[in-house]
Nanobody, 115 residues
Framework: QVQLVESGGGLVQPGGSLRLSCATSGSIFSRYAMGWYRQAPGKQRELVAG???????NYADSVKGRFTISRDDAKRTVFLHMNSLKPEDTAVYYC?????????WGQGTQVTVSS
């Protein structure tokens, strides 16, 4: 059974940094590309960053140069390193397959960027 558990969110000032973690269970990590997504209030959920099994990455234009996605194969965990955070980065962040599977959405982790 696939389970994805996000953690690491919080309140941070503009310009600050956070590292999000996504712990996975089941076979999802070793078989599929993974992605981080976010949903801000009143907006649709969007892809923020993705990483293939081979380590190739892709990013939304809005986060290029500021966010870095990585994966730890031994720990079956996907990370999102976020630097130079902006108020517009405020959202609930989720991980999932890329492309996502509806049944795999977890609770997400809240990121709030505010002074």
């Amino acid at each position: 059974q696939v389970q994805l558990v996000e953690s690491g969110g919080g309140l941070v000032q503009p310009g600050g940094s956070l590292r999000l973690s996504c712990a996975t269970s089941g076979s999802i990590f070793s078989r599929y590309a993974m992605g981080w997504y976010r949903q801000a209030p009143g907006k649709q959920r969007e892809l923020v960053a993705g990483i293939t099994r081979g380590g190739n990455t892709n990013y939304a234009d809005s986060v290029k140069g500021r966010f870095t996605i990585s994966r730890d194969d031994a720990k079956r965990t996907v990370f999102l390193h976020m630097n130079s955070l902006k108020p517009e980065d405020t959202a609930v962040y989720y991980c999932n397959r890329q492309p996502p599977v509806g049944a795999y959405w977890g609770q997400g982790t809240q990121v709030t960027v505010s002074s």
